[in-house]
């Protein structure tokens, strides 16, 4: 894992702009605090930051190859696992091979395949290749975007990067906050629409896309994506295949050079994880499997049972290390650490984000890092298998917009005036909202229960789940972790997308499928367990501790916020509690002092990034 930085640029030499490829790549070292390298000729820059997990000696970027008298040079970030079988093929078409990396596996094929490579690689990744030939840059991203890739264009330069903070160190780029960019924010925020940022001329590479760029300009392809199909197979081959697909996902993700361990927290999705993992080692002769979950200061003496949060993880956690011997650490946060690690997770974000999920989500991965460089996580389950309570809700299901999102008139409240006139977020949501149910095949054959559910599946893996892979993968590279996701394996994916609503959610229960396939797998009470989101704290002193902070900036009259946000009604929301933001900002768990959080968020931004607001 590491971060990638680059430009191209067809009309002037840009060999001796070495010094601003440095800063873009220096701002990306806390993803590769290895090794970093570079590669420039009279048209292309690229720079790589390293974090070693396979063949240290053997995966070193930019890596270049020369094949029939053309040179290639790529920079890459992610991890391709399936890099056996493209091994075993490339070697039967004359290929040869100097390491184990699968980097250099990667690099071969495209020489081998060109741009159809992305139809050949099961894996998560972001990466650049340079075709000397064709002067040409080749960029892809993995299926569900799990690793990023960010670009602009400015005055004929092509300039892309890992995150967002590098491409503001090429000189002339300016950070714009536009009308779309505020719609972005207040609007979809902290979800974003794919392809877009916050920021004006700021775009991504969407996930299952690639990218050519050349004299002609840039090219943008889709290579992949979600296609509705009958379902033919019995309920015993469809237990079958989803069990296979879950076992070879996750043996796959198992190899690493460098310290593996999982992330437990006594749910159904880390757990099945956990249970996987801890077999493998235990078959393959390897020392017990280690697992870590996170929690707060006084939570088992402050906790609130909710509709959303049923129980704590303690006594699902213990369950689990019983049975699978697992080597088991408990990281414990206490609140002025995940209240000052708000701008850490902002900067980490290029964004305001979900507050102290995000602040939390990092000093866990910040821990992990201490003892390991790689780590397993139940991530993307509930997107695949139907576990969010907004798939049985008719509230939500009937509420016409995202789900996880829909206090939109409160959204709309919280810009102030000058702002508010200009811009109307239920527009915006909308259009973004029809924009992508239109993407959907429906088949004739499809129930109205699932073309229902179709709907709702699209939307939360296309745009929910973009969110919390956003959040996995900027928390843990802040901290040089590698995070891995077996149940965002494309095939399993695929799979599930076409099986009907009474079978996916048998017995007409969240994950009800899942949890008849793994029902020996695992102790009854997990099988049985209720979803539980990630854990949030109780503590009432992180509540006084973030109302302490946007007090202390909404008596400050130049407070950056006052710009965009309503002042009135965030000084409401302080003399509430914020319970006068009657529903959550985003997702289940977002209110109160999660919601002043946020907005201490926003105001950090707005002054670290310093956006000029254009109307």
């Not at 030499?13 to 806390?30: A, C, G, R, Y």
């Not at 184990?100 to 020489?111: A, C, F, G, M, R």
């Not at 369950?319 to 900067?347: C, G, Q, R, W, Y």
């Not at 009854?524 to 109780?538: A, F, G, L, N, W």
Request: charge should be negative.
């Amino acid at each position: 894992m590491c971060g990638i930085a680059g430009f191209v640029n067809f009309k002037r030499d840009v060999s001796s702009q070495k010094n601003i490829l440095i800063n873009m790549n220096n701002t990306l070292s806390k993803r590769g605090p290895d090794e970093d390298g570079f590669y420039i000729k009279e048209h292309v820059a690229l720079s790589h930051k390293r974090l070693i997990v396979i063949d240290p000696d053997g995966g070193k970027q930019p890596m270049v190859n020369t094949y029939q008298d053309n040179e290639y040079a790529m920079v890459y970030n992610g991890q391709i696992y399936n890099t056996k079988e493209l091994r075993s093929t490339l070697e039967g078409n004359g290929f040869e091979f100097d390491s184990y990396s699968d980097t250099e596996v990667l690099l071969k094929s495209y020489i081998h395949y060109g741009k159809d490579v992305v139809n050949h690689l099961n894996g998560i990744f972001a990466f650049a290749i340079w075709n000397s030939k064709k002067q040409e840059l080749f960029l892809a991203r993995d299926h569900f975007g799990v690793k990023p890739l960010f670009y602009t264009i400015h005055d004929g330069t092509f300039i892309f990067a890992s995150e967002i903070k590098a491409l503001f160190e090429y000189p002339g780029i300016e950070k714009i906050l536009d009308k779309q960019g505020i719609s972005e924010l207040l609007g979809i925020g902290p979800a974003h629409t794919p392809g877009n940022t916050v920021f004006k001329n700021v775009f991504e590479i969407k996930p299952a896309h690639f990218a050519v760029y050349n004299e002609s300009g840039l090219h943008l392809d889709r290579y992949w994506k979600l296609q509705s199909k009958p379902h033919t197979d019995s309920f015993g081959t469809t237990c079958e295949k989803v069990s296979y697909l879950l076992d070879d996902s996750i043996k796959r993700q198992l190899v690493s050079d460098m310290p593996l361990c999982v992330m437990l927290s006594g749910g159904l999705d880390s757990s099945i994880i956990t249970a996987y993992a801890s077999n493998y080692c235990n078959n393959n002769g390897l020392p017990p499997l280690d697992t870590f979950s996170v929690d707060y200061v006084d939570n088992d003496k402050n906790f609130v049972k909710s509709e959303f949060q049923p129980n704590s993880d303690n006594y699902y956690i213990d369950l689990m290390v019983n049975k699978f011997k697992t080597n088991h650490h408990k990281v414990v946060i206490d609140t002025p650490e995940l209240a000052e690690s708000l701008e850490a997770a902002m900067i980490a974000r290029d964004c305001p984000g979900m507050a102290d999920v995000d602040s939390s989500f990092l000093l866990f991965c910040k821990n992990i890092k201490k003892e390991f460089t790689v780590c397993l996580s139940g991530e993307c389950s509930d997107e695949i298998f139907a576990g969010y309570p907004w798939f049985f809700r008719e509230d939500s299901l009937n509420s016409g917009t995202f789900p996880w999102s829909i206090a939109i008139q409160e959204r709309q409240n919280l810009l102030n005036s000058d702002i508010s006139k200009h811009i109307n977020l239920k527009e915006y949501i909308d259009y973004r909202y029809n924009e992508s149910l239109s993407e959907i095949d429906i088949l004739d054959s499809d129930d109205d229960d699932t073309t229902e559910k179709k709907k709702i599946s699209h939307l939360t893996v296309n745009w929910f789940m973009q969110t919390l892979l956003d959040r996995a993968d900027r928390a843990s590279m802040y901290n040089g972790l590698e995070i891995r996701v077996p149940f965002c394996d494309y095939r399993l994916v695929e799979y599930m997308w076409n099986i009907p609503w009474n079978i996916k959610a048998l017995a007409g229960r969240e994950k009800g499928l899942l949890r008849y396939v793994v029902r020996d797998l695992l102790p009854d009470e997990i099988v049985d367990r209720k979803k539980s989101p990630y854990p949030k704290t109780h503590n009432p002193t992180y509540l006084a501790k973030v109302k302490e902070m946007l007090t202390k900036i909404m008596n400050e009259p130049n407070a950056p916020i006052n710009n965009l946000l309503n002042r009135n009604y965030i000084l409401d929301i302080l003399n509430t509690d914020g319970k006068s933001f009657t529903r959550p900002w985003f997702g289940q768990l977002m209110t109160g002092p999660q919601l002043m959080a946020y907005l201490v968020q926003v105001n950090m931004w707005l002054e670290k990034y310093q956006p000029k607001i254009e109307l």
